[in-house]
């Protein structure tokens, strides 16, 4: 079965500081994966994507992840921190061989203090 | 350009109602999907259309979820005799190229109540 996990339910950095965001996944084929910022009372944001290629992928604001095989995972980054960065982030994956829909994670909330 | 819409915003209704929720894709978007949110948690899918064609519907709950897009473009999502389990954000997310990894566009969702 495919699935998300964003450990931290939680995450606080100080403003000028790298922030990582993490996210493991489990399908059983190859992955689509995904980054996805949700601030309040708005829809989901799209952020960036791993289809293929270069495991480090860049999006939006400034933030990129790494996609890593071998550990499963698809951490999100940014190399220095924004209040305004402060929001909740989703992490998804499809499963390429299983079909359309996204699996979410269930979030992590980014507090990013001044 | 004009992103995903839905409507209403926000739904109360008395439990065994029946609700309805609208979606507008992003035009040109051939396939759209319906997510479920409860409160703290991620996204949960429903269902996915191509076109009209509903192509998955294994995330629907129950047979009181029903969903159509009789011409390819708005899609509505019923809900027959609303119960407090169905309280939650309803999203709709649109997208172009599904099959390459397109990403998905969503709306800002329907917050249903179920007094």
């Known amino acids: 079965a495919q699935s998300v996990a964003q450990p931290e339910d939680q995450v606080n950095v100080a403003e000028g500081n790298p922030l990582t965001v993490k996210c493991t996944y489990s399908?059983?084929?190859?992955?689509?994966l995904f980054w996805y910022v949700q601030y309040p009372n708005r829809g989901l944001q799209f952020l960036l994507k791993?289809?293929?290629?270069?495991?480090l992928v860049k999006g939006s604001y400034g933030f990129e992840a790494e996609f890593n095989k071998s550990q499963t995972s698809f951490h999100l980054k940014k190399p220095s921190a924004l209040v305004s960065d402060s929001a909740l982030y989703f992490c998804a994956v499809r499963d390429v061989q299983a079909g359309t829909a996204l699996i979410f994670g269930k979030g992590t909330t980014l507090s990013v203090s001044s | 350009g004009a992103g995903v819409s839905q409507s209403p915003r926000y739904k109360v209704a008395k439990r065994g109602q029946d609700v309805a929720l609208r979606c507008d894709p992003i035009s040109g978007h051939v396939s759209l999907f319906w997510y479920q949110q409860a409160l703290g948690q991620g996204p949960e899918f429903l269902t996915y259309?191509?076109?009209?064609?509903?192509?998955?519907k294994s995330g629907l709950p129950s047979d009181r979820f029903f969903a159509e897009r009789p011409e390819g473009s708005v899609s509505t999502l019923k809900i027959q005799r609303t119960q407090q389990e169905d309280s939650a954000v309803y999203l709709c997310a649109s997208s172009s190229i599904v099959a390459r990894g397109g990403e998905q566009y969503f709306g800002p969702g329907t917050r249903l109540t179920v007094t």
């Open positions: 259309f191509q076109n009209e064609a509903q192509l998955d």
């Open positions: 791993y289809i293929t290629g270069d495991n």
């Open positions: 399908v059983s084929g190859n992955p689509y």
